[in-house]
């Protein structure tokens, strides 16, 4: 209740400053007057009367001062004045307010850049369902030098797996140019996206039937982004062929937004 | 004369203010004199801590103030205790005559 009669009092006070300041003027004026009459009345001259009241009352500005201070909005007021005092600066000096506001510009631009990529490199888990109970298997020798899985040998591994709920392969494909762009691609099996739980926005996602014999006609499916920036949202982009490394591919359909590659190679 | 006034302590001139007021509204000028009249003018209460207190005591919500006209049919601001100012003043009163006792007690030892 307190702090409520506090809070529409600091209102009143802030908002109608004008006439909170008006009426301590009054307020004041009276008490001086009122004093000058009682001087007069005691048999000083109207003159003598002033002089004195005038040095009794001191500072009036002062007094003015500490009762804004009492009525406890002086934070406000300050900040506001001090922001009026720096735009009359900043008008006096353009060049130096120019400086000021590029260089605030230029550190908040490289914090907000730097943030962005940290972000989505480190911050950002992967857009997927579950993607804590996902493992990557990669295979060196005792050179320490890489090999990819054949696609038998994949087979094998997914056959004989008991230890997960599924086995998904998949090798990227970097800079593709494709009708004149350039993508980032990524060749994957056909469990792929209900492995990760990825849905369409439009058409379909693969399915294991695309990958079920080799030599079937290959499909692709196109980020949100790829579609969006390349293809110019093409609302009938779902069953045109794009020519990617020499084989013609459907496109089947676009993955939701925010969909991106599961692995980024160094 | 001036050297029989005494300086107010801090934190009594809260307590004389809404004493003051307990008897009836009254503006900023009448209650200086009205202290310093029923003080016997050894109180004299300067407007440059009187009205910063008004402004203080109002905030706290012991006392209100509303515009009305004055005896000289001028405009004045009217200060009035509010329920919460009169208890205020009946706990200072009785705390203030406690310590002034007791004080009087110590300085009579000798």
Known sequence: MAMVRDLLYGFRVLFNRDIVERELDEELRFHFDEQVKKYVRSGLSHADAVRQVRMEFGGVASVKEECREARGVMLVDTVLQDVRYAIRGFRRTPGFAVMVVMTIALGLGLNTSVFTIFNAYVLRPLSVRDPYSLYLFTWQNRNGDGHLFTWREFEDFRKQNRAFSEVVGLEPLNFVRVEGHTLIGELVTGNYFRVLGVHAVMGRPLIPEDAAAPGREPVVMLSSAAWRNKFASDPGIVGRKLMIHGYPLEVVGVARDGERRLFRRK | ?110
């Open chain 2, 1 to 110: 004369m001036a050297n029989e006034r005494v300086e107010l302590p801090q934190g009594t001139l809260h307590l004389l203010t809404l004493r003051t007021l307990a008897l009836e509204p009254q503006h900023g000028w009448g209650i200086s004199e009205r202290i310093q009249q029923i003080s016997s003018n050894v109180l004299k209460v300067q407007q440059g801590s009187l009205y910063p207190a008004l402004h203080r005591l109002e905030r706290r919500g012991w006392i209100r103030a509303h515009w009305a006209i004055s005896e000289n049919s001028r405009r004045a601001k009217y200060y009035e205790l509010t329920r919460a100012g009169r208890k205020q003043q009946e706990s200072e009163a009785g705390a203030w005559r406690k310590l002034s006792a007791a004080v009087a007690q110590v300085l009579d030892m000798v």
